[in-house]
């Protein structure tokens, strides 16, 4: 009984300092509270310049990242490297690890980082299609990778840094921090009767709806930063999303205006008109190696698993230190 009960106790030990073990940076990440099937989503955003860096908007089935769960994710990624040219757009799928993508990424004319962009996701029964400043980037029509998505998914932004330089490029904190700026986000439903999109919900971020949104305290695998709640919050009508170094979470500044969104009404005509067209190509899914996502790591390392990039089987430190009690207080009986 002896032995045991050290085997545990050291086993509890173990798995409590795995627990605890915060990382050097901190990121943010904020998910909706309600899921949805469908829709289409605008969002104005100013992304951060900075090489390994990533500021995203993404849709993700909760839940996915547990087990062999069929994983269901719709991706905009904007790699900070390469002055804030390049983005990703991505829809990451399967039960299998590492999961299936369809990565692409495309350039833009300047950098996303020096103003405020618009960036519209259209998810269907039919397709999923990207646009940016009312230009389609690229359109996926039928194939699998549409019609697998079946569930509803929260709605995500966060700002985080991987550790797969080949995909993100070269880090170096000398940068940090760097913010990932969000004016509003507009969500549309999808009527499958009409095929049409219809009235939703829009949010200006005046303040931040804690009945909309909640702040993520978790990480994954591959993933350089802890998500921290003090990184994300609104200021001046704008959401900011913090990249820092442990010691220097939050935002003191002042948010950069948004200039007025001419490309955004352009951005609403060009794709709401875009819901009965087919004319870009469709895409196939292709494998992806398991560095160059966060959707390749099934395991979280710190904090909540009530969804993102990474979830469940964390052990609560309390539970630990109770359960080892209770086998020190049995010992005592004997």
């Known amino acids: 009984m002896r032995r045991i009960s050290i085997f545990l106790l050291a086993l509890c030990a173990s798995l409590a300092a795995g627990v605890t073990t915060a990382k050097s940076y901190k990121g943010a990440e904020i998910f909706s509270n309600q899921s949805y099937l469908y829709g289409r989503y605008e969002m104005r955003m100013r992304v951060a310049n900075a090489s390994g860096v990533l500021s995203t908007f993404f849709t993700y089935k909760n839940g996915s990242e547990i087990g062999n769960t069929f994983w269901e994710e719709i991706d905009i990624e904007v790699f900070g490297k390469n002055n804030a040219t390049q983005w990703q757009s991505n829809v990451i799928l399967g039960s299998s690890r590492p999961t299936l993508h369809t990565e692409q990424v495309h350039t833009a004319p300047q950098s ?46 966060n700002i985080w840094s991987s550790e797969s330089a080949e995909w993100v490029g070269a880090w170096n904190d000398s940068v940090l921090p760097v913010y990932q700026f969000v004016n509003y986000i507009d969500y549309k439903t999808y009527n499958a009767t009409t095929k049409s999109f219809e009235a939703g919900w829009r949010d200006d971020f005046d303040t931040f709806d804690t009945s909309r949104w909640s702040k993520a305290n978790w990480s994954f695998d591959g993933n350089r930063v802890d998500f921290a709640p003090e990184n994300a919050l609104v200021k001046n009508g704008i959401l900011v999303l913090a990249l820092t ?36 190509a469709s895409s196939s899914m292709a494998s992806s190696a398991p560095a160059s996502s966060k959707a390749a790591s099934s395991t979280a390392t710190t904090g909540s698993n009530s969804g993102g990039g ?20 049995g010992r005592g009986r004997k």
């Open 245 to 280: 170094k442990e010691n220097a979470m939050g935002y003191a500044g002042t948010p950069p205006a948004d200039e007025p969104a001419s490309s955004s009404s352009a951005s609403s005509v060009a794709s709401s008109s875009s819901v009965a067209s087919s004319s870009a």
């Open 310 to 329: 990474g979830g469940g089987g964390s052990i609560p430190l309390w539970g630990l230190l109770a359960l080892s009690g209770l086998l020190l207080a």
């Open 112 to 157: 996303l980082a020096d103003a405020y962009h618009t960036y519209v996701l259209e998810w269907t029964p039919d397709y999923v299609a990207w646009f940016v400043d009312g230009v389609e980037v690229r359109r996926i029509i039928g194939t699998s990778t549409v019609t697998s998505l079946t569930n509803a998914q929260s709605l995500r932004f």
